[in-house]
Nanobody, 124 residues
Framework: QVQLVESGGGSVQAGGSLRLSCVYS????????MGWFRQTPGKEREGVAT???????AYADSVKGRFTISQDGAKNTLDLQMNRLRPEDTAMYYC??????????????????RGQGTQVTVSS
């Protein structure tokens, strides 16, 4: 079955860095697209970054130049390196997988699978 488990969240001061990691099951390796999303209480889940099966990446405007998504097929891991963090980056971060075509940096129905999330808190 498809499984995704996130780790690496924590508390950091503004300007600092964190690296999130998502370990996924072998059944997820055929996903066409994987991504990171985030959500704060009372707000809709938003896309952060995606990577497709051809290793093409896409980012939300708010994180471009600060965050980097990467995937290691040998280890079945999806990482998100987050630099120059801001208080507005505070959220629960989720790893997700899609088996549909079309990688979109937005929470749409084709993101059929996601993990339980890891909390990131950035203080000013």
């Amino acid at each position: 079955q498809v499984q995704l488990v996130e780790s690496g969240g924590g508390s950091v001061q503004a300007g600092g860095s964190l690296r999130l990691s998502c370990v996924y099951s072998k059944y997820t390796t055929s996903a066409r697209c994987m991504g990171w999303f985030r959500q704060t209480p009372g707000k809709e889940r938003e896309g952060v970054a995606t990577i497709d099966s051809g290793a093409s990446t896409a980012y939300a405007d708010s994180v471009k130049g600060r965050f980097t998504i990467s995937q290691d097929g040998a280890k079945n891991t999806l990482d998100l390196q987050m630099n120059r963090l801001r208080p507005e980056d505070t959220a629960m971060y989720y790893c997700a997988a899609s088996f549909s075509s079309g990688c979109v940096v937005a929470w749409v129905p084709h993101w059929a699978y996601r993990g339980q999330g890891t909390q990131v808190t950035v203080s000013s």
